[in-house]
Each structure stands twice: as structure tokens, then as C-alpha cells.
């Protein structure tokens, strides 16, 4: 039997470039998956981690390779202008579970050809759903490339990121949070960078946007009462269970965002953006708390319950209630969640000031 250790250096995947059918691109996924959850118990979380995000990337790669050759058997032929590729959320951080979803864009370049929005419009379908067939369940927020708002030509982009810059409404705002955990996977990379140009002058043209963006960080879910236990679902089918992923995960990312916004930090991974903010003596104790409590939330948000649907992980969000009761997990949690209320404070105090200043 071929130990944990050893199988981290004989996952090859080199074979999914080389698959020649959809079939055999699915079986890869469900191999890798399986022998990725394996290792999950000996390979240290960030390694961990970068493995399953680099699998990711090689599929995506390969499905958008493939795509474009199906475009041009369909009579579509090759892509009339170059294209990037760009994912968002945990994924543009380099943070993907093993069964993320899917959340991506596209960047048209400005050039003329009279049938690129018939290309684009009909080659992101497929995409999509080539991308689902393999596992890659479609986002619910519908930020994919198949939606016409996440794929757009770059002159489009830079209007539209202006645009949502200048609107301090809840729902731009939102889209410029997403936005700014764009990251490029494939294309022509110089369009990512004029994409991410335009999206962090639109925060340096608007400075009050910073107040908006706040005001949406600040939501927070309520993880410990007032005794300082942890808060489990109380209704439902996850009853007595804890959402690890809105009740610690995406509290610290949304924090550490944030805080990157508000440096120019332009780094998208989580861990990237600490170590940037405190390189920049932005070292304030919630900083300095969410290095740990960070770590300890990619390990439990990539420990939780799953099933399998036809040979693929499906996962969950919750932390069973029998995994809360061993001490360790219940530790680790309560440190981290203890991290969330500082850094929820920390953006509290921040919004008074805000409001103060505005009276």
C-alpha cells in the first residue's frame, strides 16, 4: 500500500492537460479529489491548500482549451479577439476547498470583430457548463462568465468598476468587494492587469467609497453569546451545528480585505495581504490575531462533512455536532471566533468614527 507521504509526490497532475475526452477529465477530478482528502491529514494546511488550488487552476485551464476547440468543430472558429480568464471569491484567493463553486469573469479585449459577442456570449455557456460537469457547481450569485455583467470587454469594465465606484449603494459595493479578489488564470494577462488598474482607481477616485465598503464589511453573524460559547445553528437540517464558513471564515477575509483596501494593498490571497499589512506597520492586535485564527479556519472550512453525487464531493459549510465536542475543535474555534469579535470591533469603532465625521 502506498503511504500518505509518498502519494504527495506521486499525484501527477500533468495528466489532466493530457485527457482526451470530458469522461476521462471527470475521472481525473474524482481521482484527485480522493487521493487530495487523503493527504489533507499529513501535508501542512498551506501546502495543503496550494495543491488544491493548483489542481483547480490546471482543470479550469484545460476546460477553457477544450472549449475553444469545440467552438471551432461547432463552426464558430477560434477567438476573434484575445480574452482573460479571471476567477473571484475563494478562488481568486487561492482558498478553494476541494468543492468550491464556481465564481469567474471574462475580459474582452477592445479590438473590432463583428462576431466576438456571438463568440463570447456562446463560448461562456459552454464553459460554464463544461465546468459543472466536472464539479464545479454554478455560483448562485450567478457571478460567472455566462452572465452578461462578469463578462464584459475591457472598455466595458473600466466604465462599469467607475460606475459602481461613484454609486455608494449596497449592491455596487458588492460587486467592487468580489472584484477585488479578482485573479488571473488564463488569457491574455495583460487585461487582468488593466481590469485591476481600473478597479483600484476607482477606489482612489472616490474616497468615500471606503465608508461604503465598511459599512458593508461590518455585517456580522453572531458566533459566541455573552457567556462566550459557541453559537450552533438552532433550526434546520444543520441544527446543532457551526457554519464555519460565515460564522469565522469569511468574517476574517472580509476583515483582512478591508484592511487591504485601505493600505493599496493589492495582493488577493488572505495570508499575502497579512503579511503585506504588517510589513506596512499596519500592526494593529486584530492584525496580529488573524494570522492564527485565519490558519485555523482554512483547516476546519476544508474538514467539514460532504457527501458524494455521482463519484464528486459535494460539501458543506457546517462542522458536525459530534466534531464539537472533541476539545481540540472546540478550542481552536473558540480562540478564532474570540480573533472575529476583535477584528468585528475593531471595524465597529471604525464606522462610528465615520458616522462622527459625516455629522
Known amino acids: 500500500m502506498t503511504s500518505l507521504n509518498s502519494l504527495a509526490h506521486n499525484i501527477d497532475l500533468n495528466r489532466i492537460a493530457i485527457s482526451t475526452s ?35 487552476d490546471l482543470f479550469v485551464a484545460k476546460v477553457l482549451k477544450n472549449c475553444e476547440e469545440e467552438m471551432v468543430v461547432d463552426g464558430y472558429g477560434l477567438p476573434p479577439v484575445v480574452y482573460s480568464f479571471v476567477v473571484f471569491g475563494s ?15 471574462m475580459i474582452i479585449s477592445d479590438d473590432f470583430s ?24 454554478k455560483c448562485l450569485g450567478k457571478v460567472m462568465c455566462s452572465e452578461p455583467m462578469w463578462r464584459r470587454s475591457l472598455q466595458e469594465w473600466k466604465v462599469t468598476l467607475a460606475e459602481w465606484g461613484k454609486d455608494m449603494s449596497w449592491e455596487p459595493i458588492r460587486y467592487l ?21 481600473a478597479l483600484y ?20 453573524k453572531a458566533t459566541l453569546n455573552l457567556l462566550g460559547r459557541v453559537v450552533t445553528e438552532r433550526f434546520g437540517e444543520h441544527a446543532g451545528e457551526f457554519d464555519i464558513k460565515y460564522g469565522l471564515y469569511i468574517p476574517l477575509v472580509n476583515f483582512v480585505r ?12 488572505t495570508q499575502s495581504r497579512l503579511d503585506k499589512l504588517m510589513s506596512l506597520g499596519a ?9 492564527k485564527a485565519f490558519e485555523i479556519a482554512i483547516q476546519l472550512r476544508a474538514s467539514t462533512s460532504y457527501t458524494i453525487v455521482d463519484g464528486l464531493f459535494v460539501g458543506s459549510n457546517y462542522i458536525p455536532e459530534q ?35 459625516k455629522l
Not at 478562488?91 to 469573469?105: I, K, P
Not at 468615500?208 to 455585517?219: A, C, D, H, Y
Not at 500592526?283 to 494570522?291: K, L, M, S, V
Request: hydrophobic share 35%; aromatic share 10%; glycine share 4%.
Open 177 to 197: 468587494i468580489i472584484a477585488a479578489d479578482v485573479r488571473h488564470i488564463a488569457g491574455d494577462n495583460i487585461l487582468t492587469e488593466h481590469f485591476k488598474s
Open 91 to 105: 478562488a481568486g484567493r487561492l482558498e478553494s476547498t476541494l468543492w468550491s463553486d464556481q465564481d469567474n469573469g
Open 22 to 56: 470530458w469522461e476521462e477529465l471527470k475521472d481525473r477530478r474524482i481521482e484527485y479529489q480522493t487521493d487530495l482528502q487523503q493527504l489533507k491529514c499529513v501535508l501542512p494546511i498551506s501546502e495543503w491548500m496550494s495543491l488544491v488550488n493548483h489542481m483547480h
Open 283 to 291: 500592526g494593529d492586535i486584530a492584525i496580529e490575531d488573524c494570522h
Open 114 to 137: 463583428e462576431s466576438k459577442n456571438k463568440y463570447f456570449e456562446k463560448f461562456s455557456i459552454i464553459v460554464c457548463d463544461r465546468l459543472a460537469y466536472l464539479g464545479y457547481e
Open 323 to 357: 466534531d464539537l465536542k472533541r476539545k481540540k475543535i472546540m478550542h481552536d474555534l473558540r480562540e478564532s471566533l474570540g480573533s472575529v469579535r476583535r477584528t468585528h470591533r475593531v471595524l465597529q469603532r471604525m464606522l462610528r468614527y465615520a458616522d462622527w465625521k
Open 258 to 269: 478591508f484592511m487591504a483596501i485601505q493600505f493599496s494593498v493589492q495582493e488577493t490571497m
Open 201 to 220: 482607481q476607482a477606489f482612489e477616485d472616490s474616497p468615500e467609497l471606503q465608508f461604503s465598503i465598511l459599512r458593508n464589511t461590518v455585517k456580522h
